[in-house]
């Protein structure tokens, strides 16, 4: 194991593989020794591993919708970047955000900041959501926000991988071990030490350790409101849906019910309520009676195509719950200069991480961000309990 690297990011998922990545081709610290360490190469649980990969643009922080648009932009030449064989999977199926009465407005006032920001986003009112989607329900709605284009899903593991194996490319050391201590003196981080005993004295850490970020930073004394949160995503099989049913955007009904197809099968989920959070512990634990009381009746009542559908597989995962605001933090540390966080997306983590881990190459090779500018984002409003909410958190 080697003693020391010039940057260190702790936490081998799509963030840190980006992080890795740009880092890697940036004019500033390519050719650096740049050390990206993962406590279980075989992401069993990492959140990337087991995110649902939505991408879409209908945020209410402009700088979310940016984050979204710039891995668009990557997707879109995947292969000019990354390599003729790099592929991700994208499927530009939409996104269709419902709103009841009570949420009409700010439904209409979200869409007015993405068409601002360039999304391709359309208000629909409801004779035109019936039209466009036979398969819908419509009783209860007002409207509906439908990503015309540049929205989707694809596949977060592939992508890490693509960043991963371009970053060991150019030189980046991919390691093996538990991070247990971060050594501080001089208002630096000075080392990061393994669970092995060993330690890596270090010009930059990055923490991009995503459910667990929070207690990373707490090794070096830095609060972070970063913990993990369970979701559940169920696996239906639905007995003769239209065919139209199938070719659906990402559906998210006003009560927090999101579904999308899946091949030959369909996966929804739900966030459930602050006070009904899920234990964190033994991810293959799932809660199905969470899916018949609080899932399928609304999935049902919303879709009837549905009402005949069974759960024929599940799965849960680890949100990066940020509890001050639901955004992410991307930015260095106001008094550990050299301690950089990118982390606490709450869910959206996937579709954002590699722009993110480009922000941070940024920070760290130029001293500002120069693509988009992330301040909002950054550590000091952790610092002063400052909360940047987003309303689209789904």
């Known amino acids: ?35 990206l360490i993962e406590r279980d190469p075989t992401y069993a649980e990492a959140s990337t591993a087991r995110s649902a990969g939505g991408l879409r643009q209908q945020f209410s922080t402009p700088e979310n919708i940016a984050l979204s648009q710039a891995t668009l932009a990557m997707i879109r030449n995947l292969k000019s ?7 991700v999977g994208f499927r530009e199926q939409g996104y269709l955000l419902l709103a009841s009465p009570e949420g009409r407005d700010i439904l ?4 007015a900041v993405q068409t601002t920001c360039g999304a391709d986003v359309a208000l629909l009112a409801v004779p035109a959501l019936a039209d466009r989607f036979a398969w819908l329900e419509t009783q209860g709605l007002a409207c509906g926000a439908h990503g015309m284009t540049g929205e989707g899903w694809f596949d977060p593991p592939s992508f890490a991988n693509v960043l991963r194996s371009c970053a060991r490319d150019n030189g980046v050391e991919l390691m093996t071990g538990s991070t247990t201590g971060l050594d501080a003196g001089a208002g630096r981080i000075t080392s990061v030490v393994l669970a092995d005993g060993s330690r890596i ?3 930059a850490v990055v923490n991009a350790a995503g459910a667990w970020s929070g207690e990373l930073a707490r090794l070096a004394g830095v609060p972070l409101p970063v913990a993990p949160r369970k979701r559940y995503v169920y696996v239906l099989d639905c007995r003769a849906p239209p065919e139209s049913l199938r070719q659906a955007p990402l559906t998210v009904d006003p009560g927090g019910v999101w579904f999308r197809p899946e091949g030959r099968t369909f996966i929804c989920g739900k966030s459930p309520a602050d006070d009904s959070e899920p234990a964190i512990g033994d991810l293959d634990a799932i809660d199905h009676a969470f899916f018949e009381d609080e899932v399928w009746p609304q999935l049902a009542a919303r879709v009837p195509a549905f009402e005949s559908a069974k759960v024929v597989g599940a799965w849960a995962g680890y949100y990066d719950y940020n509890d001050l605001d639901q955004n992410a933090v991307i930015g260095a540390h106001p008094h550990l200069t050299n301690f950089y966080v990118a982390t606490g997306f709450s869910g959206h983590g996937a579709q954002q991480g590699p722009a993110a881990g480009r922000a941070i190459a940024e920070l760290i090779g130029d001293g500002r ?8 984002l950054g550590y000091a409003r952790i610092a002063e309990g400052r909360p940047l909410r987003e309303r689209n958190v789904i």
């Not at 970047?81 to 592929?87: E, N, T």
């Not at 209409?108 to 869409?111: K, L, M, Q, S, Y």
């Not at 961000?369 to 909002?376: A, E, P, Q, S, V």
């Open 201 to 203: 004295a270090c010009g």
């Open 108 to 111: 209409a006032d979200n869409v």
């Open 1 to 35: 194991m080697a003693a020391s690297a010039d940057i260190v990011i702790v936490g081998g998922g799509i963030v840190g593989s980006a992080a890795a990545y740009f880092l890697s081709v940036h004019p500033a610290t390519r050719g650096q020794r740049i050390m």
């Open 81 to 87: 970047l990354f390599g003729p064989g790099a592929d």
């Open 369 to 376: 961000f120069t693509t988009i500018d992330l301040t909002r």
